[in-house]
């Protein structure tokens, strides 16, 4: 089992940027695909952005190609998600999400077995 745990979230102006981050104790982080899922008030949680095991595989939801950017550090056991030119529609709580078993960079909820608790993440127009 792995936990996760996010931070970096806050209120930050339209045209902001943020620095999530994701932090993984229990397992060894390289052995999991990593993703970010959002909510939003009274929505559906939907994927934002995976990356696989290796970091060598990215995977985007089209509403944040070219805003957000996801990496990871095998060595510090953690994921990052780098939102630039932020808008008010991603206004959510962000949560990150491991895989396990399989390395890829999938965008379906179902695949990722382990979340973390979330982190708000407000931006005001």
């Known amino acids: 089992q792995v936990q996760l745990v996010e931070s970096g979230g806050g209120l930050v102006q339209a045209g902001g940027s943020l620095r999530l981050s994701c932090a993984a104790s229990?397992?060894?982080?390289?052995?999991?695909?990593m993703g970010w899922f959002r909510q939003a008030p009274g929505k559906e949680r939907e994927f934002v952005v995976a990356i696989s095991r290796s970091g060598g595989t990215t995977n985007y939801a089209d509403s944040v190609k070219g805003r957000f950017t996801i990496s990871r550090d095998n060595a510090k056991n953690t994921v990052y998600l780098q939102m630039n030119s932020l808008k008010s529609e991603d206004t959510a709580v962000y949560y990150c999400?491991?895989?396990?078993?399989?390395?890829?960079?999938?965008?379906?909820?179902?695949?990722?077995?382990?979340w973390g608790q979330g982190t708000q993440v407000t931006v005001s127009s």
């Open positions: 999400a491991a895989r396990a078993l399989y390395s890829s960079a999938s965008s379906s909820r179902a695949d990722y077995n382990y």
């Open positions: 229990g397992r060894t982080f390289s052995n999991y695909a």
